[in-house]
């Protein structure tokens, strides 16, 4: 018997499928990923939702550099001998360039995310089922419930780690949740709004760098503003408010970086105690570790040693992994990359397959009803 060919209307339930599966596959972890982060360069840089106080924290250290290069720097090259001037500015300048590379290593580099679980850990490995507890079983009936703590023992001192509830797992030692990424972070410093990005195990050190320079950077300019006043005075014979008339932009960036240095002076000996004790911010403010003992404690060398001479550990993520996601895996694959599937979420997913699915028994449905009539023997395509 004649069998005629399929039309484009009757291969359309194979095609979306292929075309569904396709596009599944080029997809990578960056693109699906559920924490609030931005992802730049094909997800090889991690920034944080606050990305744009980045360019203020930019404009507050570059803009004071090139004023001092403009009129200050200027001045002391037609004051010092032998381009001594020429140096001054050369320096100001690479020391900002080196300033401006760390601020966006600790901006842009994964902090140190923890994956997140698809599904809670189970009951069994939390706790012991052969007494049957309240902690671990909400009711007989219920749905299992795991402790909101449980107790892990760290250099022979025991801690208590708590329950994430976003990310479906407890969190190793010194991990936190932070509420403005939506990511847990290992060894949780704080989220700097002033670089955009939480601060933890990964960009730590470049952050320390970035504050201690930057507080170099402004009393190097500091400095070199007060030399260039008294060069005036010497110059004209005048009294130092005549001198900064003469020179407007060596007053104004006196001030500024006199603000800036002991904001910033304070912020580095404050980080270098924590170093030095091997605390974190939120470990300081949380737990005050002087009245009781630091389990992470390891002595003042050891723990500078830890934060500047050992490597970058690895990131325990690889966004850039490509993924295959469809229809019927969407809830397990976004439950794994990016923690639990909200309810609207679910509800939004649901109300699109049951969408695409009319549409496409519709199609199969008017395909049979041609193949019929022309009397071809073709299988019925069904969803």
């Known amino acids: 018997m004649y069998s005629p060919p399929l039309s484009s209307t009757s291969t359309r339930c194979d095609s979306k499928e292929r075309m569904n599966n396709t596009n599944g596959s080029q997809l990578r972890l960056y693109q699906i990923w559920q924490g609030r982060n931005r992802f730049y360069l ?51 300048l690479l020391f900002s360039v080196f300033i401006v590379v760390l601020l966006l290593l600790t901006s842009g580099t994964n902090p140190g995310i923890v994956p997140r679980n698809a599904h809670p850990p189970d009951a069994d ?16 009936t219920g749905p299992i419930s795991l402790p909101p703590m449980k107790n892990v023992t760290v250099n022979g001192i025991v801690v208590k780690v708590k329950y994430c509830k976003t990310c479906m797992l407890y969190r190793p030692p010194r991990c936190s949740h932070c509420s403005i990424c939506d990511n847990c972070i290992e060894r949780f410093d704080h989220h700097c709004p002033w670089v955009g990005q939480c601060i933890g195990k990964r960009n730590y050190r470049y952050f320390f760098m970035f504050v201690s320079s930057t507080n170099l950077l402004s009393l190097y300019v500091f400095a070199f503003c007060w030399v260039n006043i008294k060069k005036i005075m010497d110059a004209h014979h005048c009294n130092i408010w005549s001198a900064f008339f003469k020179s407007p932009a060596s007053g104004i960036l006196i001030l500024y970086t006199f603000v800036v240095s002991w904001f910033l002076g304070g ?44 490597g970058v550990p690895s990131s325990r993520i690889d966004f850039r992994a490509h993924m295959k996601v469809d229809r019927s895996l969407s809830f397990n694959t976004l439950s794994y990359l990016g923690g639990a599937t909200t309810n609207s979420d679910m509800h939004k997913t649901k109300n699109f397959d049951e969408e695409v699915g009319r549409q496409d028994v519709d199609e199969c449905k008017e395909t049979d009803s041609r193949i019929k009539i022309i009397g071809g023997g073709v299988d019925r395509c069904e969803k």
Do not use: W
């Open 42 to 92: 094909g997800g090889r840089l991690v920034f944080g939702p606050d990305i744009r106080a980045l360019f203020l924290t930019l404009f507050l250290i570059l803009f004071p550099v090139a004023l001092f290069c403009a009129f200050v720097s200027r001045e002391l090259i037609n004051a010092f001998p032998h381009r001594f001037g020429y140096l001054i500015m050369a320096i100001s």
């Open 125 to 140: 490995d939390e706790c012991d089922t052969s007494s049957i507890s309240t902690s671990c079983l909400g009711s007989q």
């Open 267 to 310: 912020l580095t000996a404050f980080h270098l105690y924590l170093i030095i004790t091997n605390q974190t911010t939120y470990e300081n403010y949380r737990y005050r570790y002087e009245r009781k003992m630091n389990p992470f404690n390891l002595g003042c060398a050891r723990n500078f040693k830890e934060i500047f001479c050992t």
